[in-house]
């Protein structure tokens, strides 16, 4: 279906453009005063040296959650790296203390570039040994590389105040 849009007409005030130049100019100087005598009410911060609170749900830097003993809780059971729609987490299974009864990830690594923090990784988890919850949001780097997070990485992003012990029962 075309719809055709009826141009609208300017008045004499509006042709001569000069008024709303200066109507533009007296909202633009009416934010600025306004920005400068009420700063807290600014929808901008002085990034990165203030920063906005990052809400409690926001899916952020993935962490491996460990046991009470410090071991790691990831069983390799390779289903984040099954239900990861982009691709992005690489794992190599290694058989534990235990074999007979479970495994543990030998290699564990993540590609932040090509993650879409879509959180399936953490849903699909069955022992609670992958979070998203570091409030982290992915620096900028040089190298591409750098955006690759191993294990040893993983192991350790704890944020100070987050319990890097899973209390889950399974
Ligand atoms: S958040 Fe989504 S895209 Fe990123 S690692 Fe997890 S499953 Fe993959
Ligand atoms: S993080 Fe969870 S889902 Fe992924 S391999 Fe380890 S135990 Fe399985």
Partial sequence: MIITLKKKKLTFLQKIYI???????MITMGHLIRNLTHPSRMMTVNFPEETKPIPKTHRSEHRLMLRPDGSIRCTACMLCQTVCPAYCIHIEAAEGAIPEKEKYPKAFTIDLLRCVYCGYCVEAC???AIRMDTGKLVDACYKREDFIKDIDYLKANH??????ISEAIY
Avoid: A, H, M, W
Avoid at 19 to 25: I, M, Q, W
Avoid at 159 to 164: D, H, I, Q
């Fill in 159 to 164: 944020p100070k105040g987050l319990n890097p």
């Fill in 126 to 128: 069955p022992c609670d």
């Fill in 19 to 25: 008024f709303e130049v200066v109507r533009g100019l």
